[in-house]
Nanobody
Framework: QVQLVESGGGLVQAGGSLRLSCAAS????????MGWFRQAPGKEREFVAA?????????YYADSVKGRFTISRDNAKNTVYLQMDSLKPEDTAVYYC?????????????????WGQGTQVTVSS
């Protein structure tokens, strides 16, 4: 089993920054992909960013956040981060960390079997 715990959400003004953390525990293996997703009220859960747990640090971003958000990992701390800069009101959502036992990065939420409880991010205009 894999346990994921997000933290770092909060209220920020437009143009501001937040850094989300995802602490992983349990059976995280080197061939995992870690992803960040978000879900706004009344909308479907959508992909934000992903990174492989080890090896190549290849990253992948949704077009809506490219150039503003950065995903990274600290293997020693078993933690994945999402640095969010130049935040916009449309970034307001609950942000979720997810894990997938595969080397293949996918943007489809249903292909990630492990999820955290989510952390709220609210961006005021």
């Amino acid at each position: 089993q894999v346990q994921l715990v997000e933290s770092g959400g909060g209220l920020v003004q437009a143009g501001g920054s937040l850094r989300l953390s995802c602490a992983a525990s349990g059976r995280i293996f080197s061939n995992y992909v870690m992803g960040w997703f978000r879900q706004a009220p009344g909308k479907e859960r959508e992909f934000v960013a992903a990174i492989r747990w080890s090896g190549s640090s290849s990253t992948y971003y949704a077009d809506s956040v490219k150039g503003r958000f950065t995903i990274s990992r600290d293997n020693a701390k078993n933690t994945v981060y999402l640095q969010m800069d130049s935040l916009k009101p449309e970034d307001t959502a609950v942000y979720y960390c997810a894990a997938r036992p595969s080397l293949s990065i996918t943007t489809t939420p249903s292909r990630y079997p492990y999820w955290g409880q989510g952390t709220q991010v609210t961006v005021s205009s």
